[in-house]
């Protein structure tokens, strides 16, 4: 039996081989990331004698290529989770870190999980393409929140308090009413300077320029607070510019949200559990496709429990000699990601109150027993993810069911 340890880096990998009992085939070597050299070490992995294995840190997208290469030329890959590998074999004084000998390090788990080494499957094209997009839907949605506080705090120097007129919600392109509004009338002299018949007028014009429905008491409502407001900022050309500039970036980065949306949408519309999933509570054109791009395939997991220990939710026991632990907290060692998307889908489930669902009468039980929000939202979140286990596994497994 052969274990093979590649400490994985960005351009390069360090590859090393050893057999038990410390019986080094290959010492440590380094291979880059390129097509002819990585397929020059599978032919001389392959070429080994006896039963051999690939063990590799999951290091975020860079030992992908790798592993795909090497499980596509016929070898045993098999990706762990860092946070396994970390704490093993840490028994020396002296603590040495290089990659030379954290591929053996990998090569010695490999020897040690021999039995218990899990086979790395390739994610579908389709599922990949999804989460990236999800990924970079959370990068965009971080700095839309960043780029609406910096509005905000400009146009509370020139129009304070614009933003809380509007209660528009975004529209399917991603614009917002409050922010097309604050790029034409960027100070609230844009506003005041005009008789409240006559912007009343104007502003008919603009709702109906940027296709927005027209009242006259906002009309009113909106040249009130404009008469009565203090601004920091002169009505000058520099202060236009500097709303202008925030507006023109937060808009481009809510047109990117839009666009992923959608782009989200048909790609999980093509997954054969999306129907399933669609149909659950609390889940939307939204929060769907979030769910389905950071479970991915609910069949690579062995169970449910799986499932909930993967986004972190479940309570290790805490058991010393006498003593059981009662009060225990969540492990929080999984996907992040995936916990904020369970927290969101619990919100709507609290906001709606569903008496026939079953998670929801599970959360009203736990806040009737005097649970904290945290805890009972959590633990209704561990429910919703068994149920979601359940009735997708059911549909994957019985498509024609």
């Known amino acids: 039996m ?8 960005k351009n390069r990998s360090t590859v090393a081989v050893m057999r038990p009992f410390g019986d080094v085939v290959i010492s440590p070597f380094e291979v880059g990331h390129t097509v002819s050299e990585l397929s020059e070490l599978a032919k001389r992995l392959k070429s080994l ?24 030329a016929g070898l045993y890959v098999s990706v762990v989770n860092a946070k396994r590998v970390h704490g093993y074999g840490n028994d020396d004084l002296r603590r040495v870190k290089t990659d030379r000998k954290d591929a053996v390090k990998l090569a010695n788990y490999g020897l040690d999980r021999w039995l218990k080494l ?15 997009c999800y990924r970079q839907y959370q990068q965009y949605a971080k700095v ?40 034409d009338f960027w100070h609230c002299g844009c506003v005041s300077k005009h008789s409240e018949k ?11 320029k940027r296709k927005y429905y027209f009242r006259e008491a906002k009309a009113h409502e909106i040249y009130t607070k404009a ?8 009505m000058a050309d520099t202060t236009k510019m500097l709303v202008e500039q925030a507006v023109a970036q937060l808009r481009a980065t809510s047109s ?122 959590m633990a209704s979140a561990n429910k919703f993810l068994r149920i979601y286990y359940a009735t997708v596994k059911h549909h994957l497994d019985n498509p024609k069911a």
């Open 2 to 9: 052969n274990s093979v340890g590649i400490d994985i880096s």
């Open 49 to 72: 004698d006896g039963e051999t294995r690939v063990v590799m840190e999951a290091t975020g997208n860079y030992h992908t290529p790798v592993a795909n290469l090497l499980t596509n």
């Open 118 to 132: 899990p086979r790395y499957i390739p994610e579908e094209k389709t599922r990949l393409l999804l989460k990236s």
């Open 144 to 183: 839309q929140t960043m780029l609406k506080n910096n509005l905000i705090a400009l146009l509370d120097m020139t129009f304070p308090n614009v933003n809380r007129l509007f209660s528009s919600p975004a529209r399917a392109d991603g614009h917002e009413k409050w922010v097309d509004f604050a790029e």
């Open 198 to 208: 006559a912007f009343t007028k104007k502003y008919q014009s603009w709702c109906k």
């Open 227 to 234: 008469s009565t407001c203090v601004d920091v900022m002169p």
């Open 256 to 377: 990117a949200l839009a666009a992923l949306r959608q782009e989200m949408q048909a790609l999980a519309s093509t997954l054969p559990e999306y129907p399933v999933v669609m149909e659950m509570f609390g889940v939307g054109p939204t929060l769907g496709p979030q769910l389905i791009a950071e479970i991915g395939d609910v069949r690579r997991f062995y169970s449910k429990k799986a499932l909930v220990a993967y986004a972190g939710i479940d309570a290790p026991p805490n058991d010393s000699g006498d003593v059981t632990g009662r009060h225990r907290g969540m492990s929080k060692v999984g996907a992040s990601s995936l916990r904020r998307t369970l927290f969101l889908v619990m919100s709507i489930y609290l906001q709606n109150a569903p008496q026939n669902e079953p998670v929801y009468q599970f959360m009203d039980k736990k806040r009737a027993e005097g649970k904290p929000y945290r805890v009972y939202m």
